[in-house]
């Protein structure tokens, strides 16, 4: 089934109601032309769902612009690209310097992040970085208090934006929000070190319904929720009892256009990338590894697992190459530029002991990828090697399953990613244990290609039928 038939099983619902969503950044990035503003949409599963529901239901999508220096007269722009295929709105929500250090690279990124992922230790507490969280919030919430009405279904996204809910709800009770927490949620003894989890906890709580990517976030956000407030919860069904109404709390694990990237894999020109990697690379396994440059994907272990592999494997040391990818991230935060440092130096050191008069053991490449190159790396990777520490969900796992049209990679994942309960026929390691990640290496090199094969298909399988149309299609079943 494809993209459009995915949403015309959603046209019956969007159609007739308009679709507001709220993030912290908007989906397009804005740059000035000689005719006038130009946008371009990102890369994101996020925006590539729900671009054409958006359109179907001539909608909204209220966020940050990242910081553009392009000036929007109107603080809003009308996205369309063809004639025929619809319009919808980008509402701009316009943040200073400071509410950007310590909204967005204070609160949100050096408190909320660390302590959703489990690593309470990288995680700072600071009074004025939650005052402004907490108005940054607020205002967002007055954004959408300008713009919707009640008959529109309003959906706030992620960790950045927990208190909207709430604070739509107690200004606007005719609102009925909707949200979604992309990250883990944690368990009760991590979430309560938070000073403010309290108002983080009611703040989700404004909403109809909360959704999670799998049953553990879900069951320690109810356990969070049971001891922090006290509140009745009613686990068999997911419900969370409040004063005149309920709270619903759903397991929707999200997922990418399975489809997009099938077909993207078989296009001439990703074809033709692929052929010109392998030429340059020969008849090496190519070991991928792709991330966000982030202290819990657990890059550093990833590149010890390798070290100890060609420790162990000696005859292996000229005959694999493993292909680091690393977006930059959040780079105006002390912990990441200390861990680029680390992962820089790792790679020089492991690099100088096994080159030899050979390759390189490790290609290390610091930027971002378009769709098209990382879909050609994805192609002639013979193992993907997706081991975070935490992640709520991991979309690298599923995009690498997707593009993998001859069925003959294998995807080694960390148990500790979303996507763990979902890929099981992937080799799942515990990241942190060197070295059976080593040995999965090995594992992997020599699995039977009929055994290859037998795992991609299955998992290809699911993925294909639960697609990102599904995950929405899914999160909004019972909203009529």
Not at 55 to 73: C, E, H, K, Y
Not at 443 to 460: C, D, F, G, H
Request: proline share 5%; charged share 30%.
């Amino acid at each position: 089934m494809d993209a459009r038939d995915r949403l015309g099983e959603l046209s019956d619902l969007f159609a007739s109601r308009r679709l507001v969503v709220v993030s912290n950044r908007l989906p397009y990035n804005l740059h000035r032309a000689r005719e006038g503003i130009r946008y371009t949409k990102g890369s994101g599963g996020l925006v590539t769902a729900l671009d054409p529901i958006l359109r179907l239901s001539n909608g909204l999508w209220i966020g940050w612009d990242g910081g553009s220096a392009t000036p929007v007269q109107g603080k809003r722009i009308t996205v369309s690209e063809a004639e025929g295929e619809g319009s919808y709105q980008l509402r701009f929500v316009e943040l200073s310097e400071k509410e950007v250090r310590h909204y967005y690279y204070g609160f949100s990124n050096r408190t909320l992040w660390p302590i959703f992922h489990n690593f309470i230790g990288m995680a700072h507490f600071n009074s004025v970085h939650w005052k402004t969280y907490f108005k940054t919030n607020a205002y967002f919430a007055g954004t959408i208090l300008e713009e919707a009405n009640p008959s529109d279904i309003i959906w706030v996204q992620d960790y950045h934006l927990s208190l909207v809910p709430n604070f739509i709800r107690y200004q606007n009770p005719d609102l009925k929000p909707y949200f979604f927490l992309h990250t883990p949620f944690p368990p009760y003894d991590t979430f309560r070190v938070l000073p403010w989890c309290k108002p983080i906890l009611e703040g989700l709580l404004g909403s109809e319904k909360i959704g999670f990517h799998v049953k553990g976030y879900t069951d320690n956000f109810l356990d969070c929720v049971e001891k922090i407030l006290n509140a009745p919860v009613d686990r068999e069904s997911g419900v969370v009892e409040l004063p005149g109404r309920e709270v619903k709390v759903g397991l929707h694990p999200i997922s990418i256009d399975y489809n997009a990237f099938r077909d993207m894999a078989l296009t001439t020109r990703v074809m033709k990338r692929a052929q010109k990697h392998r030429s340059r690379i020969g008849k090496r396994v190519v070991i991928l590894g792709v991330d966000r440059l982030d202290y819990t994907k657990g890059i550093k272990e990833r590149l010890l697992a390798v070290e100890r592999f060609l420790e162990r494997y000696s005859r292996y040391r000229n005959r694999i190459l493993f292909i680091q990818v690393a977006v930059p991230s959040r780079t105006r935060v002390e912990e990441y530029r200390v861990m680029k440092k680390e992962v820089d130096e790792t790679i020089g050191r492991i690099n100088g002991r096994f080159t030899g008069e050979g390759w390189p053991p490790i290609q290390y490449i610091y930027r971002e990828l378009s769709r098209e190159e990382l879909v050609a790396y994805y192609r002639i990777a013979d193992i993907a090697l997706v081991t975070p520490g935490r992640d709520g969900m991991n979309l690298v796992a599923k995009e690498y399953v997707a593009s993998q049209v001859d069925k003959q990679g294998v995807l080694i994942l960390s148990e500790f990613a979303g996507a763990a309960e979902e890929q099981t026929e992937a080799l799942l390691v515990n990241p942190y244990d060197i070295e059976t990640v080593s040995e999965t290496i090995h594992k992997a090199i020599k699995m039977p290609s009929e055994e290859k094969r037998a795992r991609m298909e299955k998992m290809q399988d699911l993925l294909e039928e639960r697609d990102i149309y599904y995950w929405v299609r899914d999160f909004f079943e019972e909203v009529s």
